[in-house]
């Protein structure tokens, strides 16, 4: 089965950092661009991040871009969001998904709250 | 970055009868390659999003042929032919053209 597992979510301060994780099973993961997209609670889905299938390429949205940071780990079938300087506007539920716009599967999603 | 707007905001449909979603995007999503990079995902309550249509019209493997998508340019609309209690969730769709990828603000989907 083809499954997406994200981790690492919680309570941080602003300005504090937060390193997600998402662990992939069921499929070649070396083979896949991979994406984050996050839903601040009550609101709508937003790109936040992609990373081409070795790493060689990554694209964030504006409003991240010098404090987040993609990485994947493709021995270990693993996908990383390091986020630094984090803002309260950032707090959100984080999904890491399959794909460059086809998404699927999708993860659960892990919770971001960033408050003071 | 394109923006995507989806109209309306929220519907509310009796089983059985047909809904139609409308999606428009501030930019051609015709690329060169032919494709038209127009999706469609459904957030279903408590649960993460589903991709229901890719390139516009193609329903993605397992979702039912009451779900429809059309349109070109910067006209979309995705339709379901008759709409079944488990079809409740926010709609959005999204452009795959160009970095970022930007969605709609979402239509609510509630049965009557």
């Known amino acids: 089965e083809v499954q997406l597992v994200e981790s690492g979510g919680g309570l941080v301060q602003p300005g504090g950092s937060l390193r997600l994780s998402c662990a992939a099973s069921?499929?070649?993961?070396?083979?896949?661009?991979m994406t984050w997209v996050r839903q601040a609670p009550g609101k709508g889905l937003e790109w936040v991040a992609n990373i081409k299938e070795d790493g060689s390429q990554k694209y964030y949205v504006d409003s991240v871009k010098g404090r987040f940071t993609i990485s994947r780990d493709n021995a270990d079938n693993s996908l990383f969001l390091q986020m630094n300087s984090l803002r309260v506007e950032d707090t959100a539920v984080y999904y890491c998904t399959r794909g460059v716009t086809m998404f699927d599967p999708w993860g659960q999603g892990t919770l971001v709250t960033v408050s003071s | 970055d394109i923006v995507m707007t989806q109209t309306p905001f929220s519907l509310s449909v009796t089983p059985g009868q047909p809904a139609s979603i409308s999606c428009k995007s501030s930019?051609?999503?015709?690329?060169?390659?032919?494709?038209?990079?127009l999706y469609w995902y459904l957030q279903k309550p408590g649960q993460s999003p589903q991709l229901l249509i890719y390139e516009v019209s193609s329903r993605f493997s397992g979702v039912p042929d009451r779900f429809s998508g059309s349109g070109s340019g910067t006209d979309f609309t995705l339709q379901i032919s008759r709409v079944e209690a488990e079809d409740v969730g926010r709609y959005y769709c999204m452009q795959g053209i160009q970095l970022p990828r930007t969605f709609g603000q979402g239509t609510r989907v509630e049965i009557k």
């Open positions: 930019q051609s999503l015709l690329h060169s390659d032919g494709k038209t990079y």
């Open positions: 069921g499929f070649t993961f070396s083979t896949y661009w």
